[in-house]
Every structure is written in structure tokens, then in C-alpha cells.
């Protein structure tokens, strides 16, 4: 991943929508190979981010929130989408891990990368260019299976 793709990711976090503009995440971008391996032997991450070439641990002030976003969750969404359409457009593959802010891993990661006990992990994403293509592209279910018109289906 090249400095200017990365760049590419910070601003499309930073101009991602939030509920009454907090802005109350940071990103905690992981590209030393002693952290990763540090953050692998945190609970079950191992296989998980093995071999990643980058990680970008999102986190957040749940004080910061905007009212009506109990701990500013949809805003969070909105970076995660933001950052996840920029890495589509730089031809990054990306993986979502929420592994990093599960309670038996959380206090471990937040100690590897110095995140302030008042802050939570989101979640975290995996970025690289793949090794080699997914086999098949992945099944949506149709959109009778999703929408419902006028009434739940």
C-alpha cells in the first residue's frame, strides 16, 4: 500500500458524514510488522491478521457523541463505509475485523497502541492488495429477499 493510497483512505474517513459533525474517532493505522505480530498474539487475532500488510484500527470517544447516536455507532458506520469505498477505488482489498474490540482482546490491543482507556475500539480493517483473486465473486440475495414494499416481506 503506497503512501498516497493511505492518503486517500484519511481523507475519505475525514470527510465521512457524523451525527451533528462530532468527528469523535481517530484512526490508528498499523503498518510495523512488530505491532501487527504484537496485535496477533492479542486473544485469537493471530490467523486473523497474519500476513497483513496494514491495519487501521478505528476508535472513538463514546462521550463525544451526537445525541440521538448512543456512542456515535452510526457515524462510525459512515467512516467504515467512506474508508471501504476509497480502498475500493484504490483497488484495495479490504477485510472488516471486529475482532480487535471483543472483550477478551480489547484491553490488549488498546495497550499495543496506546489508546486511552475512555476510548473504545469500533473495529478494524485488514488492507492489501491480494495475493490472488477470490475464486468466485460473492452471491447477494435477490432483491425480493431484501425489500419488502409497503409492508414487511
Same mark, same amino acid.
Given at each position: 500500500?503506497?503512501e498516497?493510497e493511505l492518503?486517500e483512505? #484519511?481523507e475519505?474517513?475525514?470527510?465521512a458524514?457524523?451525527?451533528f459533525?462530532p468527528q469523535?474517532?481517530r ?8 505491532v501487527?505480530?504484537q496485535?496477533a498474539?492479542a ?12 491495519l487501521?484500527?478505528?476508535v ?6 451526537a445525541?440521538?447516536?448512543?456512542h456515535?455507532?452510526?457515524?462510525l458506520?459512515? #467512516? ?8 475500493s ?5 479490504v477485510?472488516i475485523?471486529?475482532g480487535l474490540a ?9 495497550r #499495543?497502541?496506546?489508546i486511552?482507556a475512555?476510548w473504545?475500539i ?9 495475493l490472488?483473486?477470490?475464486?468466485q465473486?460473492r452471491d447477494?440475495r435477490v432483491?425480493e ?9
Amino acid at each position: 500500500m503506497t503512501e498516497h493510497e493511505l492518503a486517500e483512505l #484519511v481523507e475519505a474517513a475525514r470527510w465521512a458524514p457524523t451525527a451533528f459533525d462530532p468527528q469523535h474517532f481517530r484512526l490508528v493505522v498499523v503498518d510495523d510488522r512488530a505491532v501487527i505480530d504484537q496485535l496477533a498474539r492479542a486473544g485469537s487475532l493471530g490467523d486473523a491478521i497474519a500476513g497483513a500488510p496494514m491495519l487501521i484500527a478505528v476508535v472513538f470517544d463514546p462521550g463525544a457523541a451526537a445525541p440521538g447516536d448512543p456512542h456515535g455507532m452510526i457515524s462510525l458506520g459512515c #467512516v467504515l463505509e467512506n474508508l471501504w469505498l476509497a480502498a475500493s477505488a484504490c483497488r484495495l482489498d479490504v477485510q472488516i475485523m471486529s475482532g480487535l474490540a471483543a472483550a477478551a482482546t480489547a484491553p490488549e490491543v488498546k495497550r #499495543v497502541l496506546g489508546i486511552p482507556a475512555a476510548w473504545q475500539i469500533a473495529y478494524a480493517l485488514r488492507l492489501g492488495h491480494a495475493l490472488r483473486p477470490a475464486a468466485q465473486p460473492r452471491d447477494r440475495r435477490v432483491s425480493e429477499l431484501v425489500v419488502g414494499r409497503n409492508h414487511f416481506a
